[in-house]
Every structure is written in C-alpha cells, then in structure tokens.
C-alpha cells in the first residue's frame, strides 16, 4: 500500500513539470513581439494614454463627448471607455494598478 502511494507521488512530481510547461508553450506564440499603451487615469479633463514609442495622448476631450450615467463611477466608467476605445485598435487587457491599466497588441517581429 505504501509503495503505491509513493508511486502515484512521485508520478505526479516527474509529470507535473511537463504538463505545466506544456500548458505555457502553447499560450504564446514564440518570439511573439507586442507593443503596449498605458491608460493613466488623472480625472477625466486629464486622462491620458501613454502609447508606444512615449507618445502621450490627452483623451479629455472624447471623454466629454460620452454621457455618463447618474450614479455611476467616474473612473470606473470612463476607463472602461478608454479600454474599450483601445480594444476597436487591436489592443487587449494586460495589467492594472490603482491608477493606470496597462493593454498590450500583437505587432510584427522586426
């Protein structure tokens, strides 16, 4: 009975490795290259995008075009509506802190 236990351990530690690994080769591609902006929230007149290449970009003035709903969180709403700006141009979730959320793209490898 113990050696089967030890067995059945020990398999599990000399397949876990492989598995794992297994799982992470295949979520990216290899050498895959992205390219990253950051969405700092500063109040809505001051927010800004942090691009590629250190291109900053004030989205003040498109974020006063958007009604924003009685009740509804200020930061909260209108980095939604910055993200989802930046998901129409390709990029995806990455990352966030407090202030800023982080969104990455896939670019080609030059």
């Known amino acids: 009975m ?59 003035p498109q974020l006063r075009k958007v009604v924003r709903p009685d009740r509804v969180d200020e930061r909260s709403f209108y980095m939604n509506v910055a993200m989802n700006g930046l998901a129409k141009e390709g990029y995806e979730f990455a990352g966030m802190t407090n202030d800023e959320i982080v969104m990455k793209r896939a670019v080609a490898k030059q």
Do not use: M
Not at 9 to 20: G, K, M, S, T, Y
Not at 32 to 55: C, F, K, M, S
């Open 2 to 60: 113990k050696f089967s236990v030890y067995l059945i351990i020990a398999a599990i530690v000399v397949w876990e490795p492989f598995c794992i690994g297994q799982g992470l080769a295949a979520e990216t591609a290899p050498g895959q290259v992205y390219e990253y902006v950051t969405i700092r929230w500063a109040g809505r007149d001051n927010t800004h995008l942090i691009r590629p290449g250190a291109n900053v970009e004030f989205i003040g």
